[in-house]
């Protein structure tokens, strides 16, 4: 098999009828993250006996205000922060097992973007780390690039694109290195609604075509029912999980079913499910 | 377009400004200066006059003529300052780079860089001749002394102001220490480590012309001491002054115009604007 073969198998459609039966890929059991007080008192309590199981290619949405450890959590995961008690495994793996084997794709809340490098490079700077040759690096970038819509944009750099090509960037090259679990950690809530509404089909077509796992971290409640196939809603203080909703809207979505009423019935429930904030 | 030109020709305007005030007040000082009685006649001569000297054919001790003088003695200081700024250069970053890598390296050897800084040039500069018994190699030395500083706490600035997110990008991908300074750190360092070349290269420059003055063995500024001292050289002196002060400026754009090949998205930038 060619590399460009390999590429185009991984964006089959997605077969929606069996991801119901999909096995656990990532399970979190008891985890609890505490941080120390800088003057000596009592350590913060960001998150508090969090249970979790996520679905292999599920897309799953963190949803909370702030101060609800949405964004530990998924650092949590990433094997960005540290866990206090309890255990997360990936795969049957720790965290940071998963994350040696380059098996994480992050998108962060700002686009983080190498200003000396321009679109096509920022893209391609994961897989020079993993040491893929030059020819195919240069195919699984254009290839990318297309599925993000910035083909004519590969030779520029950053600063010369608006906010939403940026953060569209960052997902690229998130993808880029065919990960296995994407996590996105508030990505859009830096943009405008018109470049976010866009940003969200675009999401849902690149997630249907790479089959990925995806757990989105977001404190916008109409854009985690939107996406998710699974809510989860954090409360703060100490964060903790305090319901985690289905959404059963069908799918593939379209920015119609905003206004169905089966989607605000879902946006109010998860309003409800908030507690004490 | 229309306002980037615009931009451009204003900024033109003051250049020009510039020039015409500073001709317009050097020549009426000469011209005072040339009437009162007492005075040399050729302490401040008038512009024209330096620009005849360049041209001058005559030779003034024998073999050379004043521009010859000039060039030849620019080209020693020139090329003990370059040998010195690009070693001092070179261990401005590397210092950096292990201060940057070792927290207890910094703590220790920051203090000794700033004592090193404070030291007047001219007091060091007999040591350093002292230690390397040779005055070709002592200002080179002194070049190198006074361009590390400036490019090592620069580079070092730049190493600390990395953001975090893009250290967090770098752990999530596994990368290793050497590729994040070798994709990471170094590139995004760059801006800074220019800005330190460019204060410490008129510098080199400087202190190599101020050091030839103290000691013997040519340069610039053992001529502009020697030509000093003789009316029939004053035009030599002057010629320097120009030459000094327009080889300090032109380093100072060489390294941006270098900063500009080396990372082409400043290019971008500035087209945009």
Known sequence: MTSLEKIDNEFQERDYSIQQEAEIEIKIENVSVQFPDNNGGEPVTALQNVNLEIRQGEFISLLGPSGCGKTTLIRAIADLQPITTGKISVRGLSPKEIRLQKKYGIVFQSPVLYDWRTVRRNVCMPMELMGMPKKDRTARVTKMLELVGLMEFGNHYPHELSGGMQQRVGIARALAIRPEILLMDEPFSALDEFTKEKLHEDLLRIWRKTNKTIIFVTHNIQEAVFLSDRVVVLSPHPGRVSAVVDIDIPRPRTLEMKESVEFNALVSKVRNSFEGV | ?273
Request: aromatic residues 10%.
């Open chain 2, 1 to 273: 377009m229309n306002t980037e030109s615009k931009k451009k020709s204003s900024n033109r305007l003051v250049t020009f400004t510039w020039i015409i005030g500073i001709i317009l007040i050097w020549e009426i000082g000469a011209t005072i200066i040339a009437n009162t009685k007492r005075s040399p006649e050729n302490v401040l001569p008038h512009l024209w006059q330096i620009i005849q000297s360049v041209f001058n054919p005559n030779f003034v001790n024998g073999t050379q003529t004043a521009f010859q003088i000039v060039i030849s003695n620019a080209g020693i200081t020139l090329l003990r300052a370059g040998i010195g700024f690009l070693i001092g250069a070179g261990i401005g970053f590397i210092l950096a780079l292990i201060m940057n890598m070792f927290n207890p390296v910094e703590k220790t050897l920051y203090p000794y860089l700033m004592i090193i800084q404070m030291i007047p040039i001219l007091g060091m500069a007999p040591i350093v001749l002292a230690v390397t018994k040779d005055i070709n190699k002592s200002r080179i030395v002194i070049a190198a002394i006074l361009t590390f500083y400036p490019v090592a706490t620069n580079t070092l600035a730049g190493f600390k102001s990395v953001e975090h997110e893009k250290h967090e990008l770098m752990h999530s991908l596994a990368a290793s220490q050497f590729e994040i300074y070798r994709k990471l750190m170094i590139p995004s360092s760059m801006p800074y480590f220019f800005t330190g070349l460019k204060i410490s290269a008129p510098m080199a420059i400087t202190a190599s012309i101020l050091v030839d003055t103290l000691q013997g063995g040519g340069g610039l500024g053992c001529m502009l001491s020697q030509s000093l001292k003789h009316a029939t050289t004053i035009y030599i002196f002057w010629q320097i002054v120009f030459l000094s002060a327009l080889i300090g400026i032109g380093s100072f754009y060489l390294m941006s115009l270098i900063e500009r090949l080396v990372s082409p998205y400043k290019r971008a930038k500035k087209a945009k604007r």
